[in-house]
């Protein structure tokens, strides 16, 4: 199934952004340090793969740059999983792993070269199951942008920045359903043009930032 074909089946524009003012460094760390009552819009996707659930971790990175981006990647095509989407760092959780917030930083590390230095942990989402039976934390970084990083050419074709403004902004989040293999599927899409060329950001990676969207407009 190609995502690009599936109609749109509403757009939210009837939402509020979420002002500019709430996306400064000093109010990121206050929401994240007592945020206030919200919940969670997606917490779990309509599954296609019947094995046993597989815990992983994801690095929701937001580069402070004069107006704060996020930092994605677009996956290489050749990958056993989600091959050619676009992702946050992130990965299955070692057994050597401390922590949801260590799998993030050494997937981060290994995939993007992100030293774990470059990166002020403000806390986490709430778990995500994806429809490919992974249960995934999202943990939510402030990250330098005076940092490099290098993609891995094994797991990461491309990095790239999308402002976070655009993507706090429901007249940017696309809702789709289909009927795929038998089962109703429900998803977002939130494309992004860089410079002409489409970011098509959607499914695991968008559910992900409604849910942020959710805490930070709440």
Do not use: C
Request: aromatic share 8%; net charge negative.
């Amino acid at each position: 199934m190609d995502p690009r074909q599936v109609p749109i089946s509403g757009v939210d524009f009837h939402l509020p952004a979420v002002a500019g003012d709430r996306l400064t460094p000093v109010e990121l760390r206050q929401r994240f340090a007592s945020p206030p009552p919200w919940t969670p819009e997606i917490r779990q996707e309509t599954p296609w793969e019947a094995r046993q659930p597989t815990p992983a971790a994801v690095l929701v990175g937001l580069v402070l740059r004069e107006s704060p981006t996020v930092l994605l990647t677009q996956r290489t095509s050749h990958l056993p999983t989600h091959a050619s989407q676009i992702a946050f760092p992130g990965g299955k959780v070692d057994r050597a792993d401390a922590s949801p917030t260590a799998t993030a930083l050494r997937e981060a590390w290994e995939e993007v070269g992100l030293s774990p230095d470059g990166v002020e942990i403000l806390g986490q989402l709430p778990d995500y199951a994806t429809g490919s039976s992974f249960v995934v934390t999202p943990v939510v970084g402030l990250v330098s942008p005076d940092v490099p990083v290098q993609p891995n050419p094994q797991e990461v074709a491309e990095i790239f920045e999308v402002p976070l403004a655009y993507l706090m902004n429901p007249a940017h989040h696309r809702r789709h359903e289909a009927w795929w293999e038998g089962r109703h599927r429900q998803w977002y899409s939130m494309p992004y043009y860089d410079g002409g060329a489409e970011r098509y950001i959607w499914g695991v990676t968008a559910g992900m930032l409604r849910n942020l969207y959710r805490l930070l407009i709440a």
